[in-house]
C-alpha cells in the first residue's frame, strides 16, 4: 500500500450515480409524520401545498436502498465535487496521538459546506416542476448562500428568510446571498401573519429557525408557483448529503483505511446523515461495528437533553408533526451562541437511530469548540466553521484518549465548511469576549411546554 | 483521449520538486536592482540587513533555471495543493463560445489566493535562518493572511502593516490575521517614523501598499532578529508562484491541452509570473507561442500607462531602485478603487518581458470586472476575488472574439483567489453605488513627478 496522500481525490468516475437511502436497512422505521389536522400520517397530497413532487416522493420513500441521481445534478456535483479525504497528519503530529485523524472537507463551493450538495438536487426538481420561485429560511446563512447559488444556475427567484441575529452578526453573507441574484429578508419580519405574531410576542427577539421556517412556508403556501425548501432535518435532505459518506467510503476502500469513529456535528443532521449512512448500512447489516459520534452545542443540545416526542419542525407550529428529539418548537437558542446547531429538533431518521442505540451523542461548549477550531487553524491550515469546529472538538478530545491508551483507532470526521464568514465570533473568541451558555433545567422546560400536548 | 474532467487534480507525485527561474531564459536580463547610495547594483550584503539569506540568493540568481523545493515546503504544499486546473464548461455553454476555457484556481486555502505557495517558502528559510519575527505589508489582506497561516505553522512572530482603506473597507481581514497570531497595524501608522512623516505630509491618507511597505522595511532593519518579507514584484516571489504554472503546463501535457491565450491579472506580478514561466520558457526557446495577456486595472494602470524606469519600491524611497513599469512611488490609486491590485509597480521581469514584447497588457475598468465577476459567479459557482475577476473580464472578451471569428482557442486564466473577504466591494456592485475612475494624464504626472532624477 501506497502512502496515504494528504488529500484523496476520486476520479469523476468515481463519484456517487445514485443516493443512499438508510431507511430500508433500519430495524424499525422512524415514526411517520403526522398532519396534525387529522391525526393521521401524512399523505404526499398533504405535503404537495408546500413541497416539489419528486422530494415529497423521496421523503416518504422507505423501500428504495439507492435513488437514482439526476444527470445534470451529477454534472453540477462535478463543479465542486469530489470534495477531498484529507489525512490530518500535522494535526496528528502537533497532538503526538497515535490516533490516525481524517476529514473529509466539504468547503471548497462558494456556500462554504455541504449544503449546496441538497441545494442543486431541490432547485433542480422545483425546475423539472415547472416552478418558478422557492423560499427557505438559513441561519448560520451557508444554507441560504447554497440555495443562492442553485437558483442562480437555474434562474429561479428565491427569498431567504435570513434569523435576524444572523443577518446582523453576519452582513457580508446577506450580500452573497444578493450576488446570486436571492432576496434576503431578516426573521421575525412583519412580511408575513405568522412573523408579526412573533414580533407582537417577543418584540427584540432576535429570531430562530423555526421562526424563518414558519415565514418561509407562509409565503411558499401563498405565492403561484413557489414552494419551500429547507436545507436539513428532512429525510430528502439527509438522502442528498449521502454522497459525502459514499465519496468517503469509497476513497476508504480505496486506501485501505478502516474507521473505527465516525464524528460529525449534528444541527439538524443533514451533514452527519450524509456522511454516515453508507458506513451505518454496514453496521446494519453487521458487516462493520463503526462507533458514531453526533456532536451538538451545549446550548442547544437536542439529542442529549431533548425530550423524544411529536414536535412541530417551526415556531409557528404550522409543519407536519415529527417523531424526533427536541428542545420544543419554541425554545431559542441564546443570543451568545456563534454560528449554525441552533434549531430546537433533530432529523427522525439520526433521532430514531440515536434512540435505539445506533449514534452516541456528546454536547460541547462554545469555548473549548473555538479552542480547538484555531488549533485545527494553526496546524492543518484551513479555517473552520464554528459548526464543523463541533467535530473537531471531539475528533481532539478522542486522539488524546488514544494518546493515553496507545490505541492506534482511526478517526474520520465531516468538516461542514469554512469559517470565512464567521469572523466576528472569532474575533470574540480571540479577544476573550466570548462566553458559554449551559441552558438550566428551567430554561429548557420552558421550550418543552411547547410541545404538543397530543400524542399519537 | 478521454473527456477532459470538470477539474483536473494532478496527483501529489506529480507536483513540481523545483521551481522554475525564468531569468536564465531570457534573452536579456531585467536590469539589477540598484543601491541608491552607491549607484551600484545591489550585492548580497546589501540587501542582507532587510531580507533573509536564502532569498536573496534566489532574488540574485540568474543563472538556475530550476532551483530544488525544500521537503518541508513540498509538504506544507500538499495540505492544500495541487490546485485544480478547471475547465470552465459552464462559462462556455453561458457564452455560446467555441473557445475552450480553462483556469487554474488557486482559492482552495483560506488565505483565499495563490500567496501562501511564497509565504510558506519565505517562512521555512526564515526560520531555518534562526530568525524568530518578521514584518510585511498588506493590501488587499491575501499576503497578510497567507504569511499569517505560514508563521502560525512555524511558530514566528509577525506584525502586517496592512494599508488603511483596506483595513476598513475589510475588518474581518484583520480577525483572520488575528487569528493565526499575527499582529495588525493599520499604515500610515504613528508606529514608525517613515508613518509619521506620511501623516505629517497626507493627513488623512488611506495608505497604499508603497507606505506600508517603508513602515514594514523600517521595523524589520531596527528589530534584532527580524526580517521583511514581500508578497509580491520580487524575483524570489515570482519564483515561488511558479508551482502554479508547473501544475498548469503537467496538467495540460496529462490531457493534450495546448493553450493559445493565458491570461492573469497583474499586480505586483506574482501570480502572472508563476503561471507563465513555465510556458514563456518554452515560448523563448521557440518551442510554443502562446500569447500572454497581463490584466491590471484602469485605475492603477502601471504597465499600460507607466513608464519603464527605476524606481523605489515604496512610497518612503527606502528601497533598492528597481527598473519597471511604474507610476511613479507617489502614485496612490483612487480610494473608489475596490481589492488589490494597487501597487505603483510592475515585477522587473514581468517588466522586462512586456518591454520586450513577450506579453501583451490591457487595462480594465472595475464596473466591468464586477460584471464579468458576477456573471462567472452565477454560471461557474465560485465568487471570484476582485484581483481575479480582471483575468475573467479579458478571459470573457477573447472568449467573445472567438464566438465571432469563429476561432476555437484554447484560454486558460489565472482564478487566483476567492472574493469571501471582498463583499463590501460587491455590495457597492449590487447597489449600483460602484464608479471607475481613470486617472487623468494630470493625476499620472503627479505620479511620475515622485519618480528618482537619476538614471544608471
Known amino acids: 500500500m501506497a502512502k496515504i496522500p494528504y488529500k484523496i481525490y476520486l476520479e469523476e468516475s468515481e463519484m456517487p450515480k445514485q443516493w ?23 399523505t404526499a397530497e398533504d405535503l404537495e401545498p408546500v413541497f416539489c413532487h419528486e422530494l415529497i416522493k423521496q421523503e416518504l420513500n422507505v423501500t428504495d436502498k439507492l435513488i437514482d441521481i439526476p444527470e445534470e445534478v451529477q454534472a453540477f456535483y462535478k463543479m465542486y465535487r469530489p470534495s477531498p479525504l484529507v489525512r490530518a497528519y500535522n494535526l496528528e503530529k502537533a497532538l503526538d496521538t497515535p490516533a490516525k485523524i481524517y476529514y473529509k472537507f466539504e468547503g471548497t463551493n462558494t456556500s462554504g459546506s455541504h449544503k449546496l450538495n441538497s441545494a442543486i438536487a431541490q432547485v433542480y426538481y422545483a425546475k423539472k416542476q415547472g416552478l418558478t420561485s422557492l423560499t427557505t429560511e438559513t441561519g448560520a446563512g451557508q444554507w441560504g448562500t447554497a440555495l443562492s447559488m442553485a437558483c442562480a444556475f437555474y434562474g429561479m427567484d428565491l427569498t431567504v428568510y435570513m434569523v435576524k441575529v444572523s443577518a446582523e452578526q453576519k452582513p457580508y453573507r446577506k450580500s452573497v446571498i444578493e450576488t446570486y441574484g436571492g432576496k434576503v429578508i431578516k426573521s421575525p419580519s412583519t412580511t408575513t401573519q405568522v412573523g408579526r405574531k412573533i414580533l407582537a410576542e417577543n418584540p427584540g427577539t432576535g429570531g430562530s429557525l423555526g421562526c424563518a421556517i414558519s415565514e418561509a412556508m407562509e409565503v411558499a403556501t401563498h405565492t403561484p ?59 446494519l447489516e453487521g458487516k462493520s461495528d463503526i462507533k458514531f ?32 428529539y427536541t428542545l420544543g418548537s419554541g425554545f431559542m437558542p441564546s443570543p451568545n451562541h456563534a454560528g449554525g446547531l441552533r434549531y430546537h429538533g433533530m432529523s427522525a431518521i439520526l433521532s430514531k437511530l440515536y434512540h435505539d442505540g445506533y449514534i452516541d451523542a456528546v454536547a460541547v461548549e462554545q469555548t473549548k469548540v473555538f479552542e480547538a477550531a484555531t488549533f485545527f487553524a494553526k496546524t492543518e491550515g484551513t479555517l473552520p466553521a464554528p459548526e464543523s469546529s463541533h467535530a473537531i472538538r471531539v475528533a481532539i478530545d478522542e486522539a488524546l484518549k488514544c494518546k493515553e491508551s496507545g490505541e492506534e483507532k482511526t478517526i474520520i470526521f465531516g468538516l461542514t465548511g469554512t469559517g470565512y464568514f464567521d469572523l466576528s465570533a472569532y474575533k470574540a473568541f480571540n479577544d476573550g469576549t466570548m462566553t458559554d451558555y449551559i441552558p438550566t433545567d428551567e430554561d429548557l422546560q420552558r421550550g418543552f411546554d411547547t410541545l404538543p400536548k397530543v400524542d399519537f
Open 20 to 42: 443512499v437511502n438508510i431507511r430500508p436497512y433500519m430495524k424499525e422505521l422512524p415514526e411517520p409524520f403526522i398532519n396534525p389536522a387529522t391525526g393521521q400520517p401524512c
Open 293 to 324: 459520534i453526533a456532536v451538538e452545542p451545549a446550548s442547544c443540545p437536542s439529542l442529549t437533553r431533548g425530550k423524544y416526542a411529536f414536535d412541530f419542525g417551526d415556531t409557528g407550529k404550522t409543519t407536519p408533526l415529527i417523531k424526533m
Open 225 to 283: 408557483n413557489c414552494r419551500y425548501v429547507l436545507g436539513s432535518v428532512l429525510n430528502h435532505v439527509l438522502l442528498h448529503q449521502t454522497v459525502i459518506g459514499q465519496e468517503t467510503k469509497t476513497a476508504c476502500e480505496k486506501y485501505d483505511i478502516h474507521p473505527d469513529i465516525i464524528i460529525g456535528c449534528a444541527g439538524g443532521g443533514s451533514n452527519l446523515g450524509g456522511l454516515i449512512s453508507p458506513f451505518m448500512a454496514d453496521n
